[in-house]
């Protein structure tokens, strides 16, 4: 079985300062995560994916994540947090040929000017 | 290109009535997936079709669900005898190939914002 935890439902940072949105999974076999941005009314944007090979991924709009098999973690950072950034942040687990993703609960992440 | 497009956006309807939440993809997009995002929690998978067959629908909460997708293209998501449970956003996504050896990333539309009363 497959499971995601976002640690944090709502998460406020200061702008400019560190974005750090955390997300664990649980999985069987090595999966494939993906970090996916939803603003308001709007579907689910993805912002990275790893697959396979580098373990520290970049993304759009200056986010990265590293893929750590050790912790079993997938998290989510910007060096410098901006306005545009406000909105809810979904980490996502698939594995190879499995068809679907399992999505964590959200975070959402407000940005104090 | 154009994304993938649902229709209606809102759909208010009574207790007990049929609906029909419809999805475009991306054209050229051979995997089509429905998904249901209750209030406050993450997207929860529903079904998944390949062109025309509908290779997983594991996720159905119900035997009133009922998606498909014949000319593998276009697909329509019902609801029979919708319950007060039923309010939720549902979300489509599509993607170019699954199985291709690497996961294929999901491009998402903006949702059907289901409320039952």
């Known amino acids: 079985a497959q499971s995601v935890t976002q640690l944090g439902s709502h998460v406020s940072v200061s702008e400019g300062a560190l974005v750090l949105l955390r997300c664990n999974y649980s999985?069987?076999?090595?999966?494939?995560l993906f970090w996916y941005v939803q603003y308001p009314n709007q579907g689910l944007q993805l912002l990275l994916k790893?697959?396979?090979?580098?373990?520290l991924v970049k993304g759009i709009n200056g986010f990265e994540a590293e893929f750590k098999k050790s912790e079993t973690s997938f998290h989510l950072t910007k060096p410098s947090a901006h306005m545009s950034d406000a909105a809810e942040y979904f980490c996502?687990?698939?594995?190879?040929?499995?068809?679907?993703?399992?999505f964590g609960s959200g975070t959402k992440l407000n940005v104090k000017p | 290109g154009a994304g993938v497009s649902q229709s209606p956006r809102y759909k208010v309807a009574k207790r007990g009535q049929d609906v029909a939440l419809r999805c475009d993809p991306i054209?050229?997009?051979?995997?089509l997936f429905w998904y249901q995002q209750a209030l406050g929690q993450g997207p929860e998978f529903l079904t998944y079709?390949?062109?025309?067959?509908?290779?997983?629908k594991s996720g159905l909460p119900s035997d009133r669900f009922f998606a498909e997708r014949p000319e593998g293209s276009v697909s329509t998501l019902k609801i029979q005898r919708t319950q007060q449970e039923d309010s939720a956003v549902y979300l489509c996504?599509?993607?170019?190939?699954?199985?291709?050896?690497?996961?294929?990333?999901?491009?998402f539309g903006p949702g059907t914002r289901l409320l039952v009363l």
């Open positions: 054209s050229g997009h051979v995997s």
């Open positions: 999985s069987s076999v090595p999966p494939y």
């Open positions: 079709f390949q062109n025309e067959a509908q290779l997983d």
């Open positions: 996502a687990v698939s594995k190879y040929n499995f068809n679907k993703f399992y």
């Open positions: 996504a599509s993607s170019l190939v699954v199985g291709s050896g690497e996961q294929e990333t999901q491009y």
């Open positions: 790893y697959t396979t090979g580098a373990t």
